[in-house]
Structure formats: structure tokens, C-alpha cells
């Protein structure tokens, strides 16, 4: 069996900045108006990370002391943004016909990898009419310090859920970045690089995947490596 794990932003969907914008919020709350993500490298990092990087940057001493402060407040103004914006909110093409195909599909466990903080992850699927349920298994920015370490946790949760382990080796992550990339090379994982966030195919294959598409709507390179042996 095989254990798919899909990256949320940029891959499942984008919500149009929504998530930057509440952050951004958020951080001015907390930690003052020197807070901004200007700069930093968003797309395929940690919230955890993303905040102490931006915090770091403001000068405030003790930032990490309001890191809670903050993932409650960025939650809030996530929920604001998504209501006001959320129609621009977008599912990647060819995501839900994959789900529906995979979700009856035997050889495979369908689950979640993302950096993003787990509260927020219901709220960005909700945003396009999608649920965590479809995710047999999932890991979040908020369970392990990095994202390569996200795949145990996965691994971990998979076994809970299906009474037997899975290897690295079993596990294909899904992505649109090259920390997707790098993630699934540390941990030895199959990697299907989709090129519908902020990375093209190329620079996707430069960053070390073998595998890159520009979309899911075509499903036959990934139901190819669910079909192969070695992922
Ligand atoms: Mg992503």
C-alpha cells in the first residue's frame, strides 16, 4: 500500500494570499508594525518557522513568548479573510476527481503533508468545499520542527489508522516546491512535483524531482508510481 501525501498550498489549492494577509494581520497585533513576511520564503514552509523568521526580524525580544498569541490571532483573521475573500479561493485542476478516484482505491492511503498549523487547514479546504476527512491521515506544521520530519508523524499515524506500518519507501509525497522536494529525497520517499504554485515544472526538476507535471489533471504519472514498486 501505498501512502499519498499531499501538500496543501499550492498543490490541493490557493487561496489568493489570503493565508499571507492573515498572518501579516496577525503578526502587527502581536509582535508591532515592524512584522511583515516581505522577503521570506513562504511557499513550502512551517507556520512555526515562518513566524520565529519574521518575529526574529522585528527586533522584540522574547517573540517565541507570543507565539501562541499569534497562531490564535492569525486563526482568527484567517476565518475573517477566507469570509471575506474566500471566493477567490481555488482548488488546483484535477484535484477533486483525483481525490474521488483515489478514495476508492485499495493500494492506496490518501493523507496530508503541510506546513501549515493543523487549525488552519479545515479552514482552507472549507474555503473550496473540500474536507479533512478525505485525508485518512495527516501531519501538520505544528507536529514536528521540520517538514522532513512530518513524514514519521505521517508514518506514525498511518499505522494507528491501518493496524500495520508503512516504510519511507511506501510513501509518495505530492508538492510545488522544492522543500516538497527536499523532503521527500531526506526521507527517501517517491516525489510527484505539480507545478500550480509559485514553481514551474523546470525549476522543480532543477530543485531534484524526477517526476514533474504541471497539473493533476492528468492522474496517469501518479497512478503510474502507485502501480510501481518502489515508489
Ligand atoms: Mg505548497
Same mark, same amino acid.
Given at each position: 500500500?501505498?501512502? +499519498?501525501?499531499?501538500?496543501?498550498?499550492?498543490?490541493?489549492?490557493?487561496?489568493?494570499? %489570503?493565508? &499571507?494577509?492573515?498572518?501579516?494581520?496577525?503578526?502587527?497585533? $502581536?509582535?508591532?508594525? @515592524?512584522?511583515?513576511?516581505?522577503?521570506?520564503?513562504?511557499?513550502?514552509?512551517?507556520?512555526?518557522?515562518?513566524?520565529?523568521? %519574521? *518575529? *526574529?526580524?522585528?527586533?522584540?525580544?522574547?517573540?517565541? +513568548?507570543?507565539?501562541?498569541?499569534?497562531? @490564535?490571532?492569525?486563526?482568527?483573521?484567517?476565518? &475573517?479573510?477566507?469570509? %471575506?475573500?474566500?471566493?477567490? *479561493?481555488?482548488?488546483?485542476?484535477?484535484? $477533486?476527481?483525483?481525490?474521488?478516484?483515489?478514495?476508492?482505491?485499495?493500494?492506496?492511503?490518501?493523507?496530508? #503533508?503541510?506546513?501549515?498549523?493543523?487549525?488552519?487547514?479545515?479552514?482552507? #479546504?472549507?474555503?473550496?468545499?473540500?474536507? #479533512?476527512?478525505?485525508?485518512?491521515?495527516?501531519?501538520?506544521?505544528?507536529?514536528?520542527?521540520?517538514?522532513? %520530519?512530518? &513524514?514519521?508523524?505521517? +508514518?506514525?499515524?498511518? =499505522? +494507528?489508522?491501518?493496524?500495520?506500518?508503512?516504510?519511507?519507501?511506501?510513501?509518495?509525497?505530492?508538492?510545488?516546491?522544492?522543500?516538497? /522536494?527536499?523532503?521527500?529525497?531526506?526521507?527517501?520517499?517517491?516525489?510527484?512535483? $505539480?507545478? =500550480?504554485?509559485?514553481?514551474?515544472?523546470?525549476? #522543480? !526538476?532543477?530543485?531534484?524531482?524526477? /517526476?514533474? /507535471?504541471?497539473?493533476?489533471?492528468?492522474?496517469?504519472?501518479?497512478? !503510474?508510481?502507485?502501480?510501481?514498486?518502489?515508489?
Amino acid at each position: 500500500m501505498k501512502l +499519498l501525501l499531499f501538500d496543501l498550498d499550492g498543490t490541493l489549492l490557493l487561496t489568493d494570499g %489570503a493565508g &499571507v494577509r492573515a498572518m501579516e494581520r496577525a503578526g502587527r497585533r $502581536v509582535l508591532g508594525e @515592524r512584522f511583515t513576511l516581505e522577503g521570506l520564503t513562504i511557499a513550502g514552509g512551517m507556520d512555526p518557522l515562518i513566524y520565529a523568521e %519574521a *518575529a *526574529a526580524r522585528t527586533g522584540v525580544k522574547d517573540a517565541h +513568548l507570543r507565539h501562541e498569541s499569534f497562531r @490564535r490571532l492569525y486563526l482568527d483573521e484567517l476565518r &475573517v479573510e477566507l469570509a %471575506a475573500n474566500g471566493h477567490r *479561493a481555488r482548488v488546483m485542476p484535477g484535484i $477533486v476527481e483525483l481525490l474521488d478516484r483515489l478514495a476508492g482505491d485499495p493500494r492506496v492511503l490518501v493523507g496530508m #503533508l503541510t506546513g501549515n498549523y493543523a487549525a488552519a487547514v479545515p479552514l482552507k #479546504l472549507g474555503a473550496v468545499g473540500l474536507g #479533512l476527512e478525505r485525508f485518512a491521515v495527516a501531519a501538520f506544521g505544528d507536529d514536528a520542527a521540520t517538514r522532513e %520530519a512530518l &513524514v514519521d508523524v505521517a +508514518l506514525r499515524r498511518a =499505522t +494507528l489508522r491501518i493496524g500495520r506500518s508503512l516504510s519511507r519507501a511506501d510513501v509518495i509525497v505530492i508538492g510545488d516546491t522544492p522543500a516538497d /522536494v527536499r523532503c521527500a529525497a531526506v526521507n527517501g520517499c517517491g516525489l510527484l512535483a $505539480v507545478a =500550480t504554485g509559485k514553481y514551474t515544472a523546470d525549476e #522543480l !526538476r532543477r530543485a531534484g524531482a524526477e /517526476v514533474a /507535471v504541471e497539473n493533476l489533471s492528468d492522474p496517469s504519472p501518479l497512478l !503510474r508510481m502507485i502501480d510501481s514498486p518502489d515508489a
